[in-house]
């Protein structure tokens, strides 16, 4: 229970705590770290989570490139990253001791699986000799556990074989952090009984292992101390953990709902977008359409032609990918065709590291067709905006007949953070009328205010008309070769997305109305400025953030916002392609922090860029 301590234990008071899990790709890291991250969510606190996942399918056991983690982020205040460095790192082998160790606090706490430090296991990692024993972890308070041993043993009576026994170790390493964080065991020992129903051997194994786990922390002269995070004070309402990717299928459903159409979905699997085509797999009852196609260039072309006839057309993919999709995306620029475009980075050029994170596919969003092709691009700013970006995604679609680009990233797809559920009667009804009869219809005579054509499902009576890809004639829609129509016609397609700004909400700088630095970024380094901004502002600091979702076309108070301040600073994980286009457009002194290293910034790292310019501006006063 909750509050419960062995003799001698002494419970301490925390607002705010980090946790690694890391072990071998096969050792459910990211099962345990999920679970803890639940628990700590239902227990009150706001968190942030973060897998790592090894690019390989399946390193070598026991090597340094096979080590796989989850980290925790959870406090009774705002949570916006997993962590810089965690206090907490449980290491179930020496692999993962070696990789982790670096990020770890001073000071703090290291679990080690004892029995993994085997002389072969040391050898992969590349250890001389046993960290464990060497006097290495000095600066650290190392606690290990013959987690093997003690799995074997609380689990002996289930009838289990041993291989498969050895395999619960990892809910024994849940067990423990679940004491040394004070959270309760009831709500996983009922997810068990649910996950595991059909085989309630393996549920009664991993039970028992999670239970000895537990209380061997509770009884073990080892742990001394165990700490207690306060519960956050979240605005009201219902939540639910939420991966970005879980929120990018939920915002398309609910979209497509609200817009009373089916939603299909075409995707072809790719890490790591292939979760939302798993996600909108299970949710037929709500007029869903997957289809997993045989290629991009066919996912892409099948979700415009669902389109065309009258669905939400939604495709899904990552970097490699939407260069496959490029050609597809101008044929509906062409026909100004609602189409939903989904785009998860990751780490490039080509395969590139296909696990890891990266905000380098912007200029490919923005100009990456042949031909003048503009199109609407959108970012999502954390987990949970994955869901509102997904929905606006659908809305300026269908409303402005045009391709809309989302882009997250793989670090927002499989981060997590609380989910406050919205009210079904809170979102807009997105419903849309036909405004022309059959008299003066004709496929591409514009609304004079949007210049948008009408969406029109093929057969209806009255309304028959044709598409393609070759340039058409204002107002009839077909083909047409003339030089100066088609001046008219890529005229109209820009201007048309151009207009877009007035119906989007306007940028707005949180933090100094006006001052020394504004920090700009996009996507999912939102959490990290965040962080640094409110830091450097609780210091007095003249300091503010400006984080874009609508990249193309951006919001029409975009340049006077960047006015008001003395330097922009542009945080964005590629070499700099925000700083590119923002340059383009408006006169102001830009700085960069970049970085393409596969992970998510650290809050330190945009602190100290902001802090440089900082002190840049002192030193010229």
């Known amino acids: 229970m909750v509050g419960a301590s062995g003799p001698g234990k002494e419970l301490i008071q925390v607002q705010h705590a980090t946790v690694r899990f890391a072990g071998d790709s096969g050792d459910g890291m990211q099962l345990v770290g999920g679970q803890f991250a639940d628990i700590a969510s239902m227990s009150g606190s706001a968190i942030c989570s973060f897998p790592d996942f090894p690019s390989d399918i399946r390193a070598p056991a026991g090597t340094l490139g096979g080590v796989s983690g989850y980290q925790l982020s959870f406090g009774d205040q705002r949570v916006t990253t997993p962590g810089d460095a965690p206090f907490v790192l449980v290491a179930m082998n020496p692999a993962a001791l070696k990789v982790c160790l670096p990020e770890l606090q001073q000071g703090g706490i290291v679990i080690a699986n004892e029995d993994a430090f085997t002389p072969a296991n040391l050898q992969k990692a590349e250890y001389e000799a046993n960290p464990l024993e060497d006097g290495s972890l000095d600066d650290y308070r190392l606690i290990p556990v013959p987690m093997g041993r003690l799995t074997e043993e609380a689990t002996a009576a289930t009838g289990l074989p041993k291989t498969q026994r050895d395999r619960c170790k990892n809910f024994f390493a849940l067990g423990v952090a679940l004491w040394l964080y004070d959270r309760p065991l009831q709500p996983l020992l009922e997810w068990m009984m649910k996950k595991f129903a059909r085989i309630p051997e393996v549920m009664a194994a991993n039970a028992a292992s999670l239970r ?103 495709t899904g993919t990552s970097g490699p990918g939407l260069s496959l999709k490029s050609e597809a995306i101008g044929l509906a620029v062409m026909t100004e065709l609602p189409l939903v475009v989904l785009n998860v980075q990751r780490a490039g050029p080509s395969t590139g590291l296909p696990t890891k994170t990266e905000q380098a596919d912007l200029l490919i969003s923005l100009f990456g067709r042949h031909g003048e092709s503009p199109a609407v691009v959108l970012a999502a700013a954390s987990p949970g905006d994955c869901f509102q970006m997904a929905f606006e995604a659908v809305r300026l679609a269908t409303k402005y007949m045009t391709p809309v680009l989302l882009l997250s990233d793989s670090f927002l797809a499989n981060s997590a953070e609380p989910f406050r559920i919205p009210d079904p009667a809170s979102l807009p009804d997105l419903r849309l009328s036909l405004t022309v009869t059959a008299e003066d219809f004709a496929p591409y005579r514009r609304d004079r205010d949007t210049l948008v054509r009408p969406w029109v499902a093929p057969g209806t009576r009255g309304f028959e008309h044709r598409i393609g890809g070759l340039e058409k004639e204002d107002g009839k829609g077909t083909v047409s070769y003339d030089g100066e129509n088609h001046t008219k016609m890529v005229a109209y397609r820009a201007a048309k997305i151009a207009r877009i700004a007035a119906d989007v909400p306007p940028a707005e700088a949180v933090g100094a109305e006006q001052g020394d630095v504004l920090v700009v970024g996009w996507g999912s380094s939102y959490g990290a400025i965040a962080a640094a901004v409110e830091e450097l502002r609780s210091e007095g600091r003249s300091v503010a953030q400006l984080h874009l979702r609508y990249l193309n076309p951006l919001p029409q108070n975009t340049g006077e916002t960047l006015a008001r301040f003395r330097r922009i600073l542009v945080v964005e994980g590629n070499c700099g392609q925000l700083k590119m286009v923002l340059r383009n457009r408006f006169t102001a002194s830009f700085f960069s922090l970049n970085q393409v290293a596969g992970r998510p910034f650290l809050i330190r790292e945009v602190r100290h860029a902001i802090q440089e310019l900082l002190d840049r501006e002192h030193l010229e006063c």
């Open 212 to 314: 000895a786990g537990h209380n061997f922390a509770n009884t073990a002269e080892l742990f001394r101390v165990h700490y207690q995070v306060a519960r956050a004070e979240l605005p009201p309402g219902r939540y639910r953990r939420v991966t970005g990717n879980e929120a990018l299928a939920l915002g398309c459903i609910v979209a497509a709902h609200r817009l009373a159409r089916p939603l299909v979905y075409a995707s072809y699997p790719i890490t790591p977008a292939s979760e939302v085509l798993h996600e909108l797999a299970k949710h037929k009852e709500f007029d869903i359409r997957v289809i997993q196609a045989e290629d991009e260039i066919a996912a892409c072309c099948a979700a415009i032609g669902a389109s065309f006839a009258g669905a939400v057309g939604v």
